[in-house]
């Protein structure tokens, strides 16, 4: 059996020997050397041939690491043998219930609310490609007009690829709509994995947000005690004592894309680990800052492609009754890895993130063989500079230092936050501003950027053709953010987050001990009604020169308990002292939000009870980020002019009031604020 563990070590040559050597291994894999850091690092001395055996109602594919059972044509997985374990995913479960793709769509003819799950069951089964080095299988379901109102009008094609001397195996998928179908939605799509409950107890999502989980059980009644939303559950007499007390909720372990390479699970007592690579996120949407559901308790990993979570229905894609569309996803790497010695089971995480980086670095993979996938030879690259100009900070440009510089499908300015039905390339740009966007999918593409520290969206106007070999260089691009006069005062960080603010400790009550004395402190379940207790008598007021975001700023206006069933809005207040008032200029309020969920957001100034406020939004945003432990849904910057004739001369205050009030869950959280003087051409006042 030791023979069979090798992986990190031939994985090093992994994209040389898929790009080099596809029929021939014999010079690679002699080349494997003894890693230093030693433990789990054991090897195949020679690459066991990948093997196939069809059977009636399986396909069972073999590399000598792994033996894969898929369900034949269905598709579902369901046994992943490994390192002398017969099953990592959980037998108990039906066999449709272990690995699968799923989707959730509707149509007109859709009354339910939620739409229609559907595991996307294969009707056929083909072998794509079969040698000694690979093998791609595929299970495919096809639409046809009497399928109308009953499965999703999508051809759909599952596939997965197991590679000789690769721990672990591949999988991903075509979408196909084609003219002429009918219209439908599509809600969300991803692939769910339901590990073994006797053996995956410990999960990891980064290198602090990793611990010993709950079983499913703990959740049942009896143990566990349904808080405000059924994801919600105290464990009140968990099987492991030392859970009691604490609150699961499956949202406290979602993660943005930028962020999302690598989760999963370790059995401690066989030291075996269970991991869900993404090496790009190109295919899903929303983003770098698109957040996702990882691994919860279950034990359960997805990997989610496409979500409303975090933006809500206008994230939905919609599809018209003429409208071709086709789209991969993926392919995401199923890593499996495991302990040649009596090391630390934990140490298996540090793998895992290795295997990733790999991963990331043989991006765009050279051995799907569907010709939906783009390898790298058909893709195109792009670079250019971005800068900044904001006269108001300095009469230089100024280099776009950690921009998020991104090609995705045109549209207006900011689209790509809701953007779900083609591909997404993001980088960050270096302290110069310089950027180099590879590997991009041959089509046509908006450049967009957003810069930390600077409000607003960039977008380069001209739509950027990409072909492949394309090497397009676009040179400087500027951006001008919103700016009409000098800063008089600002709150916050202008970063699409709330994180600068004041996060309150969680209720001793609703714990997750993993978030106590951690950076992400806003992942704790209940902060909600923090807000109530903190504020007793009165709602916030900041006072400028005073106060201090940090501390003073509640990191998100939500509504005021006032008892168990009636919540009230909230008018949150910014006083400011304001001389030399130009009585007949404008003033400009920006306030940019990091999320809303069901709010209406009312600005007035001087007069709390003014009949007509400022400036509303009206209700707005479905980003439930508030129940979901976020710090950021989607991004809105609102711009408000502010008559000189309002502002007096002296001491001011603006009133925020949030007026929406029949759930906790309702409110807004800020990005950042800033008061704006009066535009002066050639200002430049430094701050
Ligand atoms: C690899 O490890 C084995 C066992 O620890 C050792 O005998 C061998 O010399 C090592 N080979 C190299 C190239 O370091
Ligand atoms: C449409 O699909 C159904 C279900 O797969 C199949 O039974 C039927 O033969 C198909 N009809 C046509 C015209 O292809
Ligand atoms: C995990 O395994 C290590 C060593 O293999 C052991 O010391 C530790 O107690 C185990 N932890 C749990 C929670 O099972
Ligand atoms: C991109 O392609 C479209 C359609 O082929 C064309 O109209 C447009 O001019 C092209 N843009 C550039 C910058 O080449
Ligand atoms: C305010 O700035 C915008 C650009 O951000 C500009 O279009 C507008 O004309 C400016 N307004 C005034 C009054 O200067
Ligand atoms: C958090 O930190 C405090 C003080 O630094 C310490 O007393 C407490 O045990 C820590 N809690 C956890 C869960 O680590
Ligand atoms: C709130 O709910 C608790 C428990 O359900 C109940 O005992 C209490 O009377 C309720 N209070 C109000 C004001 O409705
Ligand atoms: C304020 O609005 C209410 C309801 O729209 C209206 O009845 C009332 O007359 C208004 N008061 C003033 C002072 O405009
Ligand atoms: C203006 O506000 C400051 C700080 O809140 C306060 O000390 C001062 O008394 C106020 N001035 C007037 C004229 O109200």
């Not at 073999?62 to 033996?67: H, I, M, R, T």
Request: hydrophobic letters at 35%.
């Amino acid at each position: 059996m030791g023979s069979h563990r090798f992986f990190i070590i031939f994985s090093l040559s992994l994209c040389f020997f898929l790009s080099e050597l596809p029929g021939s291994f014999s010079s690679s894999q002699q080349q494997v050397q003894n890693s230093s850091s030693s433990g789990f690092h054991v090897h195949q001395e020679i690459p066991e041939a990948v093997r196939l055996q069809i059977q009636e109602n399986y396909v069972v594919v073999d590399n000598g690491f792994l033996q894969l059972t898929i369900s034949n044509p269905e598709g579902f997985i369901i046994g992943i043998q490994y390192n002398g374990l017969s099953n990592l995913l959980e037998v108990l479960n039906d066999e449709a219930e272990r690995g699968y793709w799923d989707l959730v769509w509707s149509d007109e003819s859709t009354t339910r609310k939620k739409g229609n799950f559907d595991r996307m069951d294969g009707t056929s089964f083909k072998v794509i490609l079969q040698n000694e080095e690979q093998i791609e299988l595929s299970f495919t379901r096809t639409w046809n007009s009497s399928l109308h109102g009953k499965i999703v009008p999508l051809n759909i094609d599952k596939r997965y690829v197991i590679l000789s001397g690769s721990s672990g195996f591949y999988t991903y998928a075509i979408y196909e709509h084609l003219k002429e179908w009918p219209a439908f939605d599509l809600d969300n799509t991803r692939i769910a994995f339901k590990l073994r409950k006797d053996k995956f107890h410990y999960m990891a999502i980064a290198d602090d947000r990793q611990r010993y989980m709950p079983l499913p059980n703990d959740r049942l009644e009896g143990r566990g005690q349904v808080l405000a939303y059924p994801e919600a559950v105290l464990l009140v007499n968990p099987i492991e004592p030392e859970f009691k007390g604490e609150v699961d909720d499956k949202y406290e372990y979602s993660c943005e894309s930028r962020n999302n390479g690598v989760h999963g699970w370790i059995s401690n007592d066989s030291a075996v680990g269970f991991w869900l690579i993404t090496p790009s996120y190109e295919f899903r949407s929303g983003g770098p800052l698109k957040q996702f559901l990882t691994s919860h308790v279950g034990p359960t990993t997805l990997s989610v492609f496409h979500s409303t979570h975090y933006v809500g229905a206008d994230m939905i894609a919609k599809f018209g009754a003429n409208e071709p569309w086709k789209k991969v996803f993926g392919p995401v790497f199923v890593y499996l890895n495991s302990l040649s010695d009596h090391g630390d089971p934990l140490s298996l995480w540090q793998d895992a993130k290795k295997q990733m980086m790999l991963e990331v670095q043989c991006w765009p993979y050279d051995f799907p063989a569907s010709q939906d996938f783009s390898p790298s030879d058909q893709r195109g690259h792009v670079c250019g500079r971005l800068l900044v100009i904001d006269r108001h900070l300095s009469d230089e440009n100024i280099p776009a230092d950690g921009a998020y510089v991104g090609l995705a499908p045109p549209g207006d300015v900011g689209s790509w936050q809701l953007e779900s039905k083609g591909y997404q390339f993001w980088v960050i740009a270096d302290e110069d501003g310089q950027f180099t966007i590879s590997n991009v999918r041959p089509g046509g593409y908006n450049l967009y950027a957003w810069v930390p520290g600077f409000i607003g969206d960039y977008k380069y106007d001209t739509v950027i053709n990409i072909s492949a070999g394309c090497d397009i260089t676009i040179g400087d691009l500027v951006y001008e953010p919103p700016r009409n006069g000098s800063t008089l005062w600002e709150i916050g960080i202008p970063d699409r987050s709330a994180a600068e603010f004041y996060i309150p400790d969680p209720n001793p009550n609703y714990v997750n001990k993993l978030y106590l004395n951690h950076t992400d402190r806003f992942r704790q379940y209940g902060l909600w009604e923090r807000y109530t207790e903190l504020y007793p008598d009165g709602d916030l007021v900041f006072t400028i020169g005073t106060s201090d975001y940090a501390k003073d700023w509640f990191f998100q206006q939500v509504t005021r308990k006032i008892n168990n069933n009636t919540y009230q809005g909230t008018t949150w207040q910014i006083k400011f002292k304001l001389d030399g008032v130009d009585q007949c200029g404008t003033y400009k309020l920006r306030l940019a939000l990091a999320t809303a969920n069901v709010a209406d957001l009312q600005v007035r100034i001087n007069d709390p009870n003014a009949n007509s406020s400022l400036f509303s939004t009206g209700i707005f945003g479905k980003d439930n980020t508030i129940a979901r432990h976020g710090i950021h849904g989607i991004y809105r910057l609102f711009n408000i002019d502010i008559p000189g004739a309002q502002i007096i001369q002296g001491n001011n205050t603006i009133f925020l009031t949030q007026a929406s009030s029949t759930s906790p869950f309702q409110g807004i959280m800020y990005d950042y604020i800033r008061l704006e003087g009066l535009p002066s051409s050639n200002t430049i006042k430094k701050i």
